[in-house]
């Protein structure tokens, strides 16, 4: 049998939040691999397993460690926040894997930022949408300043990851001075921080508001679509329903079970 | 207290891709509402409850039946596929429910298909991306084009839903066409059938072999960034880590347990 590495998305920390096949494939392995943070979050469940912890920057020698121990014939879990494919480690797990042939990588999706952030803002990302981060760490600004215009172009809904951090204060201005050449100051915006997490703060706001917006680390910042209205204070972007206002319809199959 | 009303996102379909949360819900629920599809993949666990199937194009009266059996007291539970707030009815419920003051509405987010489906496949979308439904029910044709127009200028990876129906056959070639006249046809891509339900089916391919795919209602599209790669078959768009090639890295840290 070829070895197997399990590349998990644990969501955004709670461990409810986690799929059970998430949680499942951590049961099955000896090693848990992840940045620290995030084999914290784990929490006491997991504490039995061989658990190695590696801090930030560090990404290359967190995805070779899985190689190595899966190659000693042991089960590896690595551990991402949120959704393993969205801004985490899948990719370059793949990337590295072609030094390991013997081994097969199995990715298990989690819930990203983006869906859990808007369920707590309100429906947000409920039609087309982007997902842009601002971190400008692996990726040129010149290319981050191209997708933002061009999502806003195309008139998406947008989810921005990263909006700052102690190096970056002032990012999520750029980005929406770069936003607010195309799009009007009164668009309906929020942000999310701590999702999942303790803490948990929303707020909706204007594009304008946004710019002048404290965010960190932890924040997801959405952008609504040019129909997009804040509604009982939720930022909610339409799917495209014609509302009739009269519940006939739901009458007639009021009753009708199935299974 | 107030009514409350959960939507949920069920992910794709398979309850172990469902977060505990949802299940938590359902099972706190008394009634639960959803398209006929939906509520058959809930299966035997949930047959105990008041189950309301509703067709497609019923929405409203969909939403509407979950208000008014809030209002009767009892706990009511939407259920959506994939994530209720991206392409779900999570939106309308919020429009809806301006008309209905008294109950609070509770997001529960899933896993939806471009994580899904970006498993399966490699890691597709594991840097900024778009997501673009296809159907044109509700959504101009023009705005479409638009977005994918959009989404090919700003160099995203892009997830396609809904790529084509029984009256839409053509859409997916259209779209390709559209992409096309930006995008070398060259251009890694790939699609998954049936995420998370029998006969899973994905395929990677180029730009311009996609334009010529055979697919479904049941099939989710992605489609490379100007970096992304096709590696031991998988479709893999990278994050811009370097990588340096050795193992000293983490031969610093190996043995580091926390907790």
Redesign the interface.
């Known amino acids: 049998m070829r070895n197997r590495i399990y590349i998990i998305?644990m969501?955004p920390g709670?461990?409810?939040?986690?799929?059970?096949?998430a949680?499942?494939a951590l049961e099955q392995s000896a090693v848990i691999v992840g940045y620290?943070v995030y084999?914290?979050l784990l929490g006491?469940r997991f504490?039995e397993k061989?658990?190695?912890?590696?801090?930030m920057r560090?990404?290359?020698?967190?995805c070779?460690?899985c190689f190595?121990e899966a190659a000693k014939g042991k089960q590896v879990a690595l551990i991402c926040s949120g959704?393993?494919?969205?801004?985490?480690?899948?990719?370059?797990?793949?990337?590295?894997?072609?030094?390991y042939?013997e081994t097969e990588l199995i990715?298990?999706?989690?819930?990203?930022a983006a869906?859990?952030g808007?369920?707590?803002l309100?429906?947000?990302?409920?039609?087309?949408?982007?997902?842009?981060?601002l971190s400008d760490l692996?990726?040129p600004w010149e290319?981050?300043e191209?997708?933002l215009?061009?999502?806003a172009?195309?008139?998406?809904s947008i989810a921005i990851y990263n909006p700052s951090s102690h190096k970056r204060k002032d990012y999520l201005k750029r980005a929406c001075d770069i936003l607010l050449r195309k799009i009007e100051k009164e668009r309906p915006c929020g942000y999310v921080e701590n999702i999942g997490r303790e803490g948990t703060k929303a707020v909706t706001c204007t594009l304008e508001e946004l710019s002048k917006a404290e965010v960190n680390m932890f924040t997801t910042v959405f952008i609504g679509n040019s129909g997009s209205e804040i509604?009982?204070g939720?930022l909610?972007?339409?799917?495209?329903?014609q509302?009739?206002?009269n519940?006939n319809?739901?009458r007639?199959?009021?009753g009708?079970?199935?299974?």
Chains 1, 2 share one sequence.
């Open positions: 998305g969501g709670r461990e409810d939040m986690m799929t059970g096949e949680i499942e620290t084999i914290k006491e504490v061989e658990l190695f912890s590696t801090p560090q990404e290359e020698g967190r070779r460690l190595e959704d393993a494919g969205i801004y985490g480690l899948a990719s370059l797990m793949y990337e590295i894997g072609k030094d042939p990715v298990i999706p989690g819930i990203t869906s859990s808007a369920a707590i309100g429906a947000p990302l409920n039609h087309d949408f982007c997902v842009i981060s692996l990726t290319t981050i191209k997708r215009k061009a999502a172009e195309g008139d998406f509604i009982n939720r909610i972007t339409k799917r495209g329903y509302i009739e206002g519940t319809i739901c007639n199959y009021r009708k079970k199935t299974i």
